[in-house]
């Protein structure tokens, strides 16, 4: 699921450049604990960013995600690849807090993002770093992905989540769309009605 095709570095850089001086949102959207986070679109060279979130993950967390527990290399070839979809084949957005610390000058707390899968309904995931979940991030993003989708012309969404999957459960049956639900393999299928 989710799988996608590498095209060249220069074709990357064209896309990239127009986009990130048109970011998705700097208006600041604050969590339940009062942590300020930023919103931006998700762009093929923030490949070590989704990696940073992917490693902040816990074994659960990558689990409920991914249905595998993936080794450091396949969590930096699954970053590579989400943030490549997410600009080339679908949309993403990255949410993270301004950090001196870190050399990219912020640090990423959670992802959502839709690759198109040539059906009606593109997939869509959410991943949050574990120390931010449960504050209301996912919410935001959730909330944030359907509104994006919708403007690009979209009419429904789908997520495969795992039935022992609570939060992604509980957030998709709280964001307040009508959806159907299914059962494909070992995932439950939600398809949101954007
Ligand atoms: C699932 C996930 C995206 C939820 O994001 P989050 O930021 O923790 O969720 P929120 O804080 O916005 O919570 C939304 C609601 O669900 C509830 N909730 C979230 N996780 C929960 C959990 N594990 N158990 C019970 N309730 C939970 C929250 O209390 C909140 O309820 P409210 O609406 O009454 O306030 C996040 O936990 C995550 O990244 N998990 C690992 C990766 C994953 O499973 N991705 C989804 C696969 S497609």
Redesign the pocket.
């Known amino acids: 699921m989710l799988s996608s095709t590498i095209t060249s570095p220069i074709v990357r850089l064209a896309n990239w450049l127009p986009r990130i001086f048109k970011r998705y949102d700097n208006s600041s959207l604050v969590l339940?604990d009062g942590t300020i986070v930023y919103l931006r679109q998700v762009c093929a060279v923030d490949a070590s960013l989704v990696h940073q979130i992917y490693a902040e993950?816990s074994e659960?967390?990558?689990f409920?995600?991914f249905n595998a527990c993936p080794s450091a290399s396949l969590c930096r070839n699954l970053a590579e690849q989400t943030a490549v979809q997410a600009e080339e084949n679908g949309f993403g957005l990255l949410a993270y807090v301004l950090d001196d610390e870190q050399e990219s000058g912020i640090r990423p707390l959670?992802l959502a993002y839709y690759v198109n899968n040539g059906t009606d309904a593109p997939e869509?995931?959410?991943?949050?770093?574990d120390a931010?979940?449960?504050?209301?991030?996912?919410?935001?993003?959730?909330a944030e992905l359907f509104k994006s989708a919708k403007k690009a012309g979209l009419t429904f969404l789908k997520?495969?989540?795992?039935p022992i999957?609570?939060?992604?459960r509980?957030?998709i049956q709280?964001a307040g769309k009508p959806h159907f639900y299914g059962e494909d393999g070992s995932y439950d299928t939600y398809k949101i009605v954007l």
């Open positions: 339940k993950m659960d967390s990558l409920q995600r959670g869509f995931a959410i991943s949050i770093v931010c979940q449960k504050k209301g991030l996912g919410k935001i993003l959730i997520a495969y989540v795992l999957n609570t939060g992604m509980l957030l709280r």
